[in-house]
């Protein structure tokens, strides 16, 4: 009787839902996909065709291995293994990789998978600002039994932090934000590996990427980075990546059981990203190398740029000789420092105080870096000393109070960003000299022609060789004025002078005044 219903059953047509819902087995453009860029896969779970129908029959669902079936997307997808496999190939191979939904997600998972309530972990003084909170909570909670802060850039200190048994982790950042710290990574780990051991050495790599910096061949342990940022390159996804180093010796599985550890948290807790994130990330990671080399090389013109103008105390960039990481910089970052610096403007607060107009082209006024757009924080208030040696060596000698700004280079090319800053600072009152008065204006061939009457007090040492960084400004009386970004010892030697300028160096409606 079963089977006769089932036949009847069996027989009958379809109705118009079922044939738009059950199409899976129908559909052979899903099997035999052969587009040059891989395919998304949006999906939850997964149809058990035959081939995994057969691999679960034949070697039982607890020996299958990790990457051979698919049922769930919280603990495996096809985009996941792509990013997965990509990103450890780029850190040159190791015992695994696993992707999260975002980088916090993933440095969650690293210190919670790998310690217990008995832990201690030493973490360097600059490192990104929620791990601070999360290691508070976890001491609160009492997850954690204690967290050592040292001064990443002291070797000798944090080597002797990691003597004690009980510290399970070190954590770094291999160049930290905002002040570009590079740890002697060389003398840390050798030094670790004498007094600790099993101390797992974790660094995040996010402002260097594999481009860059690769610290699996400096003897790190677990490498992290947010693909939020460089690895992605364009700003429109969140995700987090973990690698953990492969050996051939005695370690080897040591390190595969770490990896089998933080791939077991994330199907635990939850934290997997979506297909679609890691499918943005892999398109971004084929321009990665490029635009790698691109930010490093604008970035060290800008800086240099930057720290030649007076109105600029300071620039903190390791590729610059000021910098106290410059030889490490030399040492483990041959091809370059990445495009994340920060810049001092002794700009004086009073009750009218405006700060830079950081959302000026070419600057967007916005946090993160390593998207296509040039990012710059407007600026907080603090002086010029920020390594913790520099404040115990210059006691006697006041440092310049003023305001800091974090720029975050972009695509864009170190011409037009220099050009931004000549224009961002003619415009402010405090890092600006009056030129003198337009008497006369006049379109060119090349753009437009202003005879100014130089009239200003400091105008002796406006650098006329360089009229990009004009700004005119129109006055109540409708009188025109020129300024320029105050640097350079240039002297006119005359009582007035044309400059020409491109058009678009002139705001609209400055243009429209001036040619009335």
Known sequence: ASFTMWAKFNAVKPTLHTSA??????????????????????????????????????KGKDLVDEDAIFYYSRSRNPNFNSIQDTFLNLHGGGSGCVAFAT??????????????????????????????????????????????????????????KLKK????????ESASNPNMKIPDFEAIISGA????????????????????????????????????????????????????RGSEGSDKFRLKGIHEKILNWRMIAGGSPNALACWLVMK???????RMLHVSKTALKVAKFLESLPCVSRVIYSGLKSH????????????????????????????????????????????SFGEAHTLMMCGYDGDTLVFKHEKDEKKDSPPV??????????????????????NLFARHESTRVLLGEVERVKETKTGTNLKVKITGPKAAKAPLDSTSCVFVEISESNKSFVYLALFGESKTGSSSIDLNLDVSALDEKVMEILKQ
């Open 21 to 58: 819902v059950l199409n899976v087995e129908k559909s052979s453009s899903f099997q035999v996909y052969t587009g040059v860029s891989e395919p998304v896969a949006l999906t939850s779970n997964y149809y058990f065709g035959v081939n995994n129908s057969q691999v679960l029959t034949e």
């Open 324 to 367: 106290p990481c410059y030889s490490d910089d030399k040492k483990y970052l041959p091809s370059g420092s990445a495009g994340l610096m920060r810049f001092h403007v002794p700009l004086i607060q009073t009750k009218d105080y405006t700060a830079l107009e950081a959302d000026r082209a070419p600057f967007v006024n916005a946090v």
């Open 193 to 244: 590996r004498k007094v600790n051991p099993n101390c797992l050495i974790v660094v995040d790599n996010t402002l260097l990427t594999p481009i860059l910096f690769r610290p699996f061949e400096w003897g790190v342990d677990i490498v992290v980075e947010s693909a939020t940022k460089y690895l992605s390159g364009k700003g429109d996804v969140l995700l987090g990546l973990v690698a953990t």
């Open 284 to 290: 971004g990671i084929e321009t990665l190398q490029l």
């Open 103 to 160: 980088g916090m997600a993933a440095i969650s998972a690293v210190i919670l998978s790998l310690t217990t309530a008995e832990s201690e972990l030493v973490v360097s003084d600059e490192i990104y600002r929620e791990v601070p909170e999360l290691y508070e909570n976890l001491l609160k909670a009492k997850r954690l039994a204690a967290v050592h802060v040292v001064d990443i850039l002291d070797t000798d200190s944090v080597i002797e």
């Open 165 to 172: 048994e009980s510290v399970k982790m070190l954590y770094l």
């Open 401 to 422: 109070k003023g305001f800091w700004y974090r720029l975050a280079i972009g695509l864009q090319s170190s011409d037009e960003i220099c050009l931004g800053f000549l």
